[in-house]
């Protein structure tokens, strides 16, 4: 079992940043992905980026440029570092792991993007 909690989110302007951090726990191995996905209202989840152990990214096109994501190996963190962010960047935003055992959520965490 892997727990993931995320925490970083809130209420910000257009053009603003925010970093997203999500805390994992648990039989974390070292071989696994980690990624963050988001949620809008009415809309269905959608990757944001992921990244593996190896640090190898990949990013949704509607961010690359704008955000950044990262992994602390050694203390099993995931973080999103969120610049420029635009109204439709609203959504919750939601930390994944998989592993060849399976994949874990965390509970997730609002950012709202407005002025």
């Known amino acids: 079992q892997v727990q993931l909690v995320e925490s970083g989110g809130g209420l910000v302007r257009p053009g603003g940043s925010l970093r997203l951090s999500c805390a994992a726990s648990g039989t974390v191995y070292s071989i696994s992905v980690m990624g963050w996905y988001r949620q809008a209202p009415g809309k269905e989840r959608e990757l944001v980026a992921t990244v593996t152990n190896g640090w190898e990214t990949k990013h949704a096109d509607s961010v690359k440029g704008r955000f950044t994501i990262s992994r602390d190996n050694a203390r099993n963190i995931l973080l999103l570092q969120m610049n420029s962010l635009k109204s439709e960047d609203t959504a919750v935003y939601y930390c994944?792991?998989?592993?060849?055992?399976?994949?874990?959520w965390g509970q997730g965490t609002q950012v709202t993007v407005s002025s």
């Open positions: 994944n792991y998989r592993d060849k055992e399976g994949q874990y």
